[in-house]
């Protein structure tokens, strides 16, 4: 049988190799291309780091072994059947809620390890608590962020005084962390609860009051932050712990995280403190984004004539699409319209749909390929020479206010140059502004004709109709 120190050397050289898969796997997922591959390639050190980890505790007790093996199995079957039945509409809050979990297992691991305080020193005491704030406020956070995208929650919390409320929770929180650290006994004084207990009862309520007033367009974003704030926790927790597979996991998604946070903020123009504490959407804000005009509707059998002669077509996805499940129908379109001898390309923004890459997704799923596929900086140039721009529910992403209106709460938030195409078709369920409660000056121009409906119903009527023009 192997020594101790032979078995701590395999182990720890076991997680090294895990964690080079982890950062092999996240290094392939950002190419749609690899994507898949690099899931699996991460999936394998998941695997890796879970069989050396049992491994390594076969010689706990009984209970606890059992324990741990009938939670990863009950997690196993739960996220396998989740991960079946879910629809791609609900992906983004299915998102939230997993990462909201792995905030949740980090501060669990903090909370024992705070609980056994005298056994540890201040050193260990104090990255225990850290990263127990950490994930507390990743872990509730994230559950708030769920229940908004999943309709739940379908109004944002606002009030007077409500952000110098949560710098009173935070300041409460810290003031409990530094108790706990120090190890003072104060537990009588507050109807016998521990710190420790107290110290995460308000990091969770922190993390609900930060999360409750933000718009459910800045989802993304905080989605995002998150993420980055669990991969943080969990980076904590590993040093705690004396684990590298935990430490280098957390440490690589905590920087992937924070990078994507900053694209998605930067995407929008704006910074991380203006979307957690601008309170953006709010009636009073939307106001300067107002716009005049009339929207002109046009019919499907208009629509797909002009769309069949056309030369070159940009189609823009947004959560609409996702909404009515039309990826495929699209795609169908997409194929008609190029053998129609069409030059078609799908533009993408960073921050369509309510995830990042969701609309990557989703078009991934009907099987559209990747070359016809651009990002905002790849295709905006392109814009000028189509013929017709097709926006399928997006709304924020295409408008021009955002370029011409300094009333407007969106000004100076790249956008894709719809406006720029000869003309342009947007199927639209009806005249309501968009997520962020913003009116569309798109909507109003010119060129622009509003073909009003459910996304797949338009898009099937647009493929008969660009069929019956030859």
């Known amino acids: 049988m192997p020594s101790a120190s032979t078995l701590q050397t395999v182990t720890q050289l076991s997680y090294l190799v ?24 991460a999936g394998a050190g998941m695997l890796l780091a879970t069989l050396v980890t049992l491994a390594f505790i076969m010689g706990a007790s009984p209970l606890n072994l059992a324990l741990v093996i009938g939670a990863i199995a009950a997690g196993g079957i739960l996220a396998w059947v989740s991960g079946k039945r879910v629809a791609m ?9 997993y990462n909201g979990m792995g905030g949740g297992a980090a501060a669990a691991i903090a909370a024992v390890e705070l609980y056994r305080g005298s056994e540890h020193s201040i050193t260990h005491l104090t990255i225990a608590t ?27 919390v606002r009030f007077g005084g409500q952000k110098f409320l949560n ?38 309520l922190l993390g609900v009051a930060m999360t409750l007033p933000i718009g459910g ?20 927790e590993g040093f705690v712990l004396d684990n590298a597979a935990m430490i280098i996991a957390g440490t690589v998604v905590g920087a992937a995280g924070t990078l994507l946070t900053q694209l998605m903020a930067k995407a929008m123009n704006r910074s991380l403190g203006n979307v957690l504490f601008s309170n953006f959407g709010e009636s009073s804000a939307a106001g300067g984004g107002s716009v005049t005009g009339i ?38 379109l997409t194929q008609l319209l190029i053998d129609h001898g069409v030059k078609v390309r799908f533009a993408i923004h960073p921050v369509a749909g309510r995830m990042p890459g969701h609309m990557n997704v989703l078009l991934a799923e009907a099987g559209v390929p990747y070359d016809l596929i651009s990002d905002l900086d790849e295709i905006n140039a392109e814009f000028e020479t189509a013929d017709v ?23 100076g938030m790249p956008i894709l140059n719809a406006d720029k195409a000869k003309n342009v078709i947007v199927i639209k369920r009806g005249q309501g502004q968009g997520f962020s409660g913003i009116d569309n000056a798109l909507f109003v121009l010119d060129q622009t004709r509003m073909l009003y409906g459910d996304a797949q119903a338009a898009l099937s009527q647009l493929i008969q109709a660009v069929k019956a023009a030859g």
């Open 18 to 41: 895990a964690a080079a898969l982890f950062i092999l796997g996240l290094k392939r997922m950002s190419s749609p291309v690899t994507a898949v591959s690099g899931v699996r390639w």
């Open 89 to 97: 509409t609900n992906m983004p809050q299915m998102i939230a809620l």
């Open 130 to 156: 850290i990263g127990g704030f950490i994930g507390s406020v990743s872990f509730s956070g994230s559950l708030i962020a769920f229940a908004k995208l999943q309709g739940l929650i379908t109004k944002s």
């Open 167 to 204: 710098l009173a929770i935070l300041l409460v929180t810290v003031a409990l962390g530094f108790v706990v650290v120090s190890g003072m006994d104060f537990g009588s004084s507050l109807g016998g609860l521990p710190a420790v207990s107290l110290f995460f009862a308000f990091a969770f």
């Open 217 to 236: 367009a800045d989802m993304p974003v905080v989605i995002s932050l998150y993420n980055a704030l669990t991969g943080l926790a969990v980076g904590f």
């Open 295 to 332: 929207q002109k509707a046009i019919e499907a059998s208009d629509a797909g004539v002009m769309m069949a002669y056309s030369q070159k077509i940009i189609i823009v996805p947004g959560y609409g699409l996702a909404v009515a499940q039309a990826q495929h129908k699209v795609w169908e």
């Open 389 to 411: 721009a097709l926006i399928i529910g997006a709304n924020d992403v295409v408008n021009p206010d955002a370029r011409a209106n300094r009333a407007s709460p969106i000004f």
